[in-house]
C-alpha cells in the first residue's frame, strides 16, 4: 500500500502554513520545524526505492480525479529532492541568520519542495502544471530574499522567461487535452498512438518544449539562469541548480517524450543538437568567468547537456547514464554553491580575484570542494567519472562518436575551469582581502552539511559497481522511461 504518498506533497505544505502560526513562538522554531519536516521527507524518499503503484485522491475516479504514481524515476527524484533539500535545510540553519526572516524562508523554501513532490508524483498534466507554478512562485520569491538590487533584478529576469515559459507549458496542456479528450498522462499516450503526427500533435509538443527548455535552462533557453543562480542566497542557488532544473524541467521533459508522446529520430537529433550547445556554451561561458557562482551557474548549463545527451541516443544504456549524472549532478553542484556560500560567509566576497590560500582557514570547505570540483571535472574514481563515461560510451555503442568526442573535450574544458578555482581560491598565495584579515569560521551546521554532501558524492560512485545500487536506483528509473507508453 501506498496511503502515504500523499505526504511527500502534505508535510511541507502543512509545515509552511503553520510556521507563520506558530513560528514566532520561538526563536529557533522555525529552524526545528523545517529540518524535521525534511529529514521526514528524506527518510520516507529512501522507503520509496524498489516500490511502485498508483494512489487515487478522493472520491472521482481516473480521469476526473487525481492520481499519483510512484516508479523507479519517480523514486530517485524523490530522493534527490528531498535527500539534498534535507542538506541544504541543515546548512540553512546557520547561513539565513544574516537575512530578515528565516520563518519566511523556511514557508517559500518548504513550498518549493512541495511543488516539486507533487511534480515527480503527478498523473494528470493540470496537477502537474500546478505544482510546477507552486514551486516557480517559491523560487521567485527565494531569489529576492535578500531584497537588494542585484536579486531583485535577477528575480524580475527569473519571474519574466518563467511566466512566459509556464504559459507555453499551458498552451500546450489545453491544446492536448482538445486533441485527446483526457488530461491522464496514460490516457493521452494510448491516443495520441492511434492520431496521426499531424500539424497539432507536433505543435502541442514544441509547446512543451520550449516551456520545459526553460525550466531547464537549456541554452538557447538559458538566459535566466546565470542572473538567478549567482544572486540567490547560496542555499537557494544550491536548490536551483542542483534540484529544481532537474525536477520541474529536465524531468518533466524527459517523461512527456518518452513516456507520452514517444522518441522519435527526428526529436532525439534536435535534443543532441540542442545537448551539444548546451555543453560547450556553458563550459566556454564558465571559463572566464572570477565571480565562483556564477562560474558554477554556467557549469549547471553545461552538466544539463550532458543529462540531456544521454537521454537523447534513445538507448538503456544512455538512459542510464544520464538518470545517473543526473544524481551526480545533483550532489556535487549542490555542494559546489554550499561552498561558495561557505567562502562567501566567511570572507565577504566571492570574487576569486580577491581570495587565496583559504584551505588553511577554511579546512572543511576547502577539502569538500575539491571532492566536488573533482567530481564535477570527471577525474576517477569521483562519481562524475562514471556518469560521464557511461554516457560517452553510450554515444560510441549507439555509433554517435562525434557526440562522445564533443562530451570527452568538454570534460577537459571543465576541469581547466575548476583547476583555476581551487588554485585562486583555496590553494594559491591570499590576495585582495583575503590577505588584509583571517577569515570567519564557517559555522558547524554549514560545515556538517557540505561533509554530508561530499559523503553522497562519494557513496554515489559506488553505484557503478553492479549488483550494489545500480539494480535498486539507477536501473529502475531508465526503465520507467523505457517502457514507453504509460498503459492505464
Known sequence: MLDWLPLFILIPLGTAFLLPLVGRWWRLLPDLLGNAALLALALMAVRCLGRSGFVQLGAWPVPLGIELRLDGLTALLLLIINGVGMAIAMYSTAYMRQYTSKLRYYTLFLCMIAGMNGVVLANDLFTLYI???????????????????????????????????????????????????????????????????????????????????????????????????PAAPAPISAMLSGVLIKAIGVYVLARL??????????????????AVLSMV???????????????????????????????????????????????????????????????????????????????????????????????????????????????????????????????????????????????????????????????????????AAMVLLALACIASALAVIPGLAQPWLIEPAAAALQKGFWVP
Open 131 to 229: 505544482f510546477v507554478e507552486l514551486s516557480s512562485i517559491a523560487s521567485y520569491a527565494l531569489v529576492a530574499f535578500g531584497g537588494d538590487q542585484e536579486q531583485l533584478e535577477a528575480s524580475f529576469k527569473y519571474l519574466i522567461q518563467g511566466s512566459l515559459a509556464t504559459l507555453l507549458i499551458l498552451l500546450g496542456i489545453g491544446l492536448l487535452y482538445a486533441l485527446t479528450g483526457s488530461l491522464h498522462l496514460g490516457q493521452i499516450a494510448v491516443k495520441l498512438r492511434s492520431l496521426p503526427a499531424g500539424q497539432p500533435v507536433l505543435f502541442a509538443l514544441a509547446l512543451f518544449i520550449s516551456g520545459l527548455a526553460v525550466k531547464s535552462a537549456i541554452v538557447p533557453f538559458h538566459a535566466w539562469l546565470p542572473d538567478a543562480h
Open 257 to 274: 517524450i518518452f513516456n507520452v508522446f514517444g522518441p522519435a529520430p527526428r526529436l532525439l537529433l534536435i535534443f543532441q543538437g540542442l
Open 281 to 447: 556554451v556553458g563550459v566556454l561561458l564558465a571559463i572566464g568567468q572570477w565571480d565562483m557562482k556564477r562560474l558554477f551557474a554556467y557549469h549547471s548549463i553545461s552538466q544539463i547537456g550532458y543529462v540531456v545527451l544521454g537521454l537523447s541516443l534513445g538507448t538503456p544504456l544512455g538512459a542510464v547514464g544520464a538518470l545517473y549524472h543526473l544524481l551526480n549532478h545533483s550532489l556535487f553542484k549542490s555542494l559546489l554553491f554550499l561552498n561558495a556560500g561557505a567562502v562567501e560567509y566567511s570572507t565577504g566576497t566571492r570574487d576569486l580575484h580577491e581570495l587565496g590560500g583559504l584551505h588553511r582557514a577554511l579546512p572543511v570547505t576547502a577539502r569538500t570542494s575539491l571532492i566536488a570540483s573533482l567530481s564535477i571535472a570527471g577525474i576517477p574514481p569521483f562519481n562524475g567519472f562514471w556518469s560521464k563515461l557511461i554516457i560517452i560510451l553510450a554515444c560510441v555503442e549507439s555509433g554517435h562518436y562525434w557526440l562522445g568526442t564533443w562530451a570527452i573535450a568538454v570534460s577537459i574544458l571543465t576541469l581547466a575551469s575548476f583547476l583555476k578555482v581551487q588554485r585562486y581560491a583555496f590553494f594559491g598565495g591570499p590576495q585582495g582581502k583575503g590577505a588584509d584579515a583571517p577569515p570567519a569560521r564557517t559555522p558547524w551546521l554549514m560545515g
